[in-house]
């Protein structure tokens, strides 16, 4: 019983022209794991997810959304152009940078929320 991702894992799989082992290798899943989300239909976590995606060079965000994990979709097509462009550049920044840029996008969705707006009247 495959899930879309499953599917999804498998084709990248296939256009990168490696095997389980290899992605294993350079993810740092083990080949078991990935066994388990390509045939058997594992669902796995976000950071297993991303780390999967890293490794086949693909991006973070496509592959968390076609995991069922975000939902893009539901936004205008610039919006998601936009945002699968950031979440591109995110995956590039090291894991210090990646947090430095979280926090600061953090802060000014603090200030625009509407929660933020109904506190100013």
Known sequence: MRTEFGDWLLERMRVATIGRNELG????IDAAT??????H???PTAAT??????????DPGEAL????????????ADVTLELRGLSRRLWQLSAD???RVLA????????VSP???EGSR
Do not use: C, F, K
């Not at 990935?34 to 045939?39: A, G, K, Y």
């Not at 997810?49 to 693909?58: D, E, G, H, P, S």
């Not at 600061?104 to 200030?111: G, H, K, R, T």
């Open 65 to 76: 959304e076609v995991a069922g994990l975000i939902r893009l979709s539901d936004l205008p």
């Open 25 to 28: 290798r350079r993810s740092g």
């Open 97 to 99: 940078q990646r947090r």
């Open 41 to 43: 239909g594992h669902i």
């Open 34 to 39: 990935i066994t388990r989300i390509t045939r």
């Open 49 to 58: 997810i991303v780390a999967l995606a890293r490794a086949l060079n693909a």
């Open 115 to 117: 929660a933020a707006d």
């Open 104 to 111: 600061q996008w953090s802060l000014l969705l603090d200030l």
